[in-house]
């Protein structure tokens, strides 16, 4: 028995040497930093330690305004998309003819390019001096005025950062449900038919409770996603979202240690953590709500 469990941690021993090396230390080496005041890497000297990191970061405006744009993005993107993927997988899953097809245009944004949809996304939206843009458009049809969705309002910014996201992450969902409805057992629906059982009592009773922790899994890992975007900003606003207002805690952070305001990983390793934190209080929230639920 002592043999075989040397065996086992010599076969794990890899993989745990590659999670120690590029996930531990790395967390160990972040926190460390969070706590080094005045830190310099190119002379590795900082001049004490505490909290004040942590502090500055808290009072920082453009963190503040990160903070609130990744948590409207998280609080609109995720439900509204998993809603959606529900209802477009439902009705997928009810379509016989054509089904594949329509099931490969739904994932064709999910293959492709982040930026080259953000490209498409600033035609769409972005008004140029040889037109409005398609959107603007439409909304003269309806007797509207010109809305800049990408120099503009800050609801309109934000309005077009959330349809872009929803547009990304929806394809993924979509598949996931998709596979997770058709692995539900046909027994139960022919047995609720028997009995004349109504279509809204079959799912309410049949299909979500069956895939109920998928929509959990998407839930969950839905709010980690969000709340590290980054590329989609980029792609819709440029690098330099402080200046259009749309930065987020991950273009925060990164811009701590590379944009035109880095050289300071002191202030990025406590972003970091602060956004750890976050992510795993609602991670630990969801799973104590899946856990009560599903009881």
Known sequence: MKDNNWKAWLYLLPA???????MVYPLVDVLVYSFEEGYNSASQTYFGTGLYNY????????FLQALKNTFILVIITVPLST???????????????????????????YVTNTLAVGLV????FKPTPYSDGLVNALIHVFGGNTVDFIDGPYWAKMFVLCFYTVWIVLPFKILILTS????????YYKAARVDATPKWRIFTRITLPMIAPMIFYLVIT???????AYADAVALFGTDLNAAGMNTIVGYV?????GDSGGYPSYAAAAALILFAIVLTITVINLMIRRKLTR
Do not use: C, R
């Open 55 to 62: 502090s500055y970061v808290l009072h920082d405006p453009y």
């Open 222 to 228: 839905g709010f980690i996603g969000a709340f590290k």
């Open 83 to 109: 809603g959606l993927a529900l209802l477009i997988s439902l009705a997928l899953n009810a379509i016989k003819p054509l089904k594949q097809l329509f099931q490969t245009i739904y994932f064709l944004p």
């Open 16 to 22: 745990l040497a590659f999670l120690g090396l590029f």
């Open 121 to 124: 996304f600033m035609i769409l």
């Open 180 to 187: 997770s409805l058709a692995s539900v057992n046909e027994d």
């Open 254 to 258: 990164y811009d701590m240690l590379y």
